[in-house]
C-alpha cells in the first residue's frame, strides 16, 4: 500500500518561495501519478498540478499557478516536489499530494498525504 506525507509548509512574506515535499513510502510509487491540492481556509480542495509516473507530463490546473508553480519528481528518492514562487496570500492553505494511476483521474484519487499548512502572511 502506497503511502504519502508531505513536508515543508510554514509561514512566508508575499513574494516568498517554498518547496513542498511529498514522500512516498510502500509499493507502487513509480506507477502512480502524482498531484498536488490545496484547500485554502473556507473552501473546497482544489488541484494544483500533476506529474505522470515518469516524471514526462506537468498538468498546472488553475491559471493562478502557472508560471509560479513547478511540480517535478525524484523516482529514485520516491518524491515529488512543488516549488511555489512569488507566492501571494490567497496561496494561504493546507496542501495536499495525492497518487492515481494517470493525471486524467487525479481528481479521483483515494489515497492522500495528511497535508501541509502553507501560511503567507507579513
Known amino acids: 500500500q502506497l503511502q504519502l506525507v508531505e513536508s515543508g509548509g510554514g509561514l512566508v512574506q508575499p513574494g516568498g518561495s517554498l518547496r513542498l515535499s511529498c514522500t512516498a513510502s510502500g509499493s507502487g510509487f513509480l506507477y502512480h501519478a502524482i498531484g498536488w491540492f490545496h484547500r485554502a481556509p473556507g473552501k473546497e480542495r482544489e488541484a494544483i498540478s500533476c506529474i505522470d509516473n515518469e516524471g514526462d507530463l506537468r498538468v498546472y490546473y488553475p491559471d493562478s499557478a502557472a508560471g509560479r508553480f513547478i511540480i517535478s519528481r525524484d523516482n529514485a528518492k520516491n518524491m515529488v516536489y512543488l516549488q511555489m514562487n512569488m507566492l501571494k496570500s490567497e496561496d494561504t492553505g493546507v496542501y495536499y499530494c495525492?497518487?492515481?494511476?494517470?493525471?486524467?483521474?487525479?481528481?479521483?484519487?483515494?489515497?492522500w498525504g495528511q497535508g501541509t499548512q502553507v501560511t503567507v502572511s507579513s
Open positions: 495525492a497518487a492515481a494511476w494517470s493525471c486524467d483521474r487525479i481528481g479521483f484519487a483515494d489515497l
